[in-house]
């Protein structure tokens, strides 16, 4: 019997680089679906959010949106006590 864990294909870090007025910036966001990269950049005040797959020819489009919200109850002592929280709707995917 193989192993569930042997079987399991390894997840891997994924690379998306902002794109503003269609050109790279140095903002590069990581995560192992677009979408975890877009939630940080929304995170991090971006609206308009578009993400260029490095390794790809795809731009990932995106609509985000955040809102200062009150930390959960059971926080870290570091943790403050109101927190962001983003938001994205996906609007497509564009070809290069």
Known sequence: MVNAMARRKKA???YFVFV?????TNHVFTGKQPRA????AATRG???????E?????????????KKVSAPGNRPSWMPGSI????V????IKHL
């Open 84 to 87: 962001w929280q983003s938001n």
């Open 46 to 52: 971006f609206t308009d959010i578009v993400l260029r």
């Open 89 to 92: 709707k996906k609007k497509g």
């Open 54 to 66: 490095r390794g790809t020819k795809k731009l990932h489009m995106y609509k985000g949106s955040r």
């Open 12 to 14: 891997t870090k994924r």
């Open 37 to 40: 990269a877009a939630l940080k």
């Open 20 to 24: 503003k007025n269609g050109k790279d």
